[in-house]
């Protein structure tokens, strides 16, 4: 018994270590993988300016689900009036909003009742109004019932929608000018293999910086340039690498298109639930795979969509405790597909990194720093050889997200001030000394309140990216 006891320590230290090498060997592959696909991407537009003359036969319909977002959703429908794509409709479905949301729509677009709702083919809370623009011919503006979630808001979007097509935005992101036209690039080439497609969503800050002018572009919020460069990291280069083995397990709900027949096959979005954009790709790989089709699901690296990030510690916070609960919410849904062959490398290979590196891994981190406490009080492991083996991997990790962010530069044909990239590496140091333990814990909560049947979606706080897209496009500052 004693000689178990006293082999526990090493035998959890060896644990750790195997477990964490493995993790860092990960990302050392994804983040090699990225830099050779960024020297072979192109990063001219030449995909989407061959598929051009194709886009008015692939019509889009944009969803934009909106609950309380008056300080930001004018400019948003904006930035989507102004998309080059040239057969679009929008649709602003107002969830319910108890703000001036409606009110500033009505105001700024000339909306009048005008619009008759079609028979349901999806699960949706009532419809209280649909409003046309009588200066926007191509927007649509759905009033309904609050539903506690995105994803009804979505479905009942999907019920109006009258393309073949659906794109969904977030009413806090704006997308570049040519962003759609390069997202649906790889449907018009190959319409019947793809079913979707994602751009890459990267964190814009509220005062960006306007082309000619001098200063800074980069957010003096350390806790926004912290974002920054994991977006670059987790949002862009290892979602890339997933992509490009057709194992894209997500497509954010700041911006991508759908096949709309396809998510009409799954019944929509799932109700209630906490990670609809997550929730819906793990559900089409289910549903086409049980199928025997041959599919793709595509992100385009160089297709930039610019999100509004938290600024503040508790609107983070909520953030990512929320994303946890989706997680698990998600991959309890889709236990059954977990290391099952039935699912080809979907099953074998993503969900099971789904569990293992992202569940499972606050709960493995807290027990690694609470062995260390016991082995350390039990005079196993001493203070120095703690410092070293931290500093050691908090060096290492930020090593890694620096070469991310040379990467992600490269990739999205962004430009930057030297002295932006020095405070963006230096935000690499800061961010695993003090914002992982901080993610830790909120992850940990995440978990917590989702086993006391937490499901609740609140709307965080809007401040607004107060740049034009064009502005926007050149402030490299995410859902």
Known sequence: MLHTLNQLPHNAGLGVLVYYGLSGLISVVLLIAAARMSFRYPTSDGEAAQTKNATGTFPVSILVPARNEE??????????????????????????SDDGTLEVLRSEFDLVPGASMRQRTVSCQPVRSLYRSRSESRLLVID????????????????????????????????????????????????????????????????????NTTGSGLSSN????????????AFLVERMCWSSRNMLMIIS????????????????????TMAEDLDLVIRLHRNLLEEGKDYK????????????????????AKQRARWHRGLLDVLLANRDMFLNSRYGKIGLLAIPYLWLYELIAPLLEAATWLTILVAIALGFLEWKVLMGVVLLGWTCAALLSTCAIAVGFKITSQQSEGSDFIRLVASCFLEHAY???????????????????????????RQGITARPSEVTQDLVAN
């Open 71 to 96: 300080r930001v959703i004018t400019k948003a429908v904006r930035s989507l009036l102004q998309l080059s794509y040239p057969a679009l409709e929008i649709i602003v479905i107002n969830d319910g």
């Open 144 to 211: 309904k019932c609050a539903g506690g979630s995105k994803a009804g808001a979505l479905n009942c979007g999907l019920d109006l929608a009258s393309h073949a097509y659906v794109c969904v935005v977030d009413a806090d992101s704006i997308l570049e000018p040519g962003a759609l036209d390069k997202v649906m690039a790889p449907i018009i080439k190959d319409p019947g293999r793809v079913v979707a497609s994602s751009g890459v969503v990267l964190v814009g800050k509220r005062l960006a910086a306007v082309p």
């Open 222 to 233: 350390w806790l926004e340039r912290i974002q920054v460069v994991e977006y670059l990291r």
């Open 253 to 272: 709900g700041a911006f991508g298109v759908f096949r709309k027949d396809q998510i009409l096959k799954l019944g929509g979005y799932r109700p209630n």
């Open 297 to 316: 699901i595509s992100l385009i690296p160089n297709s930039i969509c610019w999100t509004e990030a938290p600024s503040s510690m508790r609107c983070l």
């Open 435 to 461: 914002y992982r333990p901080l993610q830790l814990v909120w992850k940990l909560w995440g978990i917590v309140r989702f086993f006391q049947g937490d499901t609740t979606w609140n709307s965080p706080k």
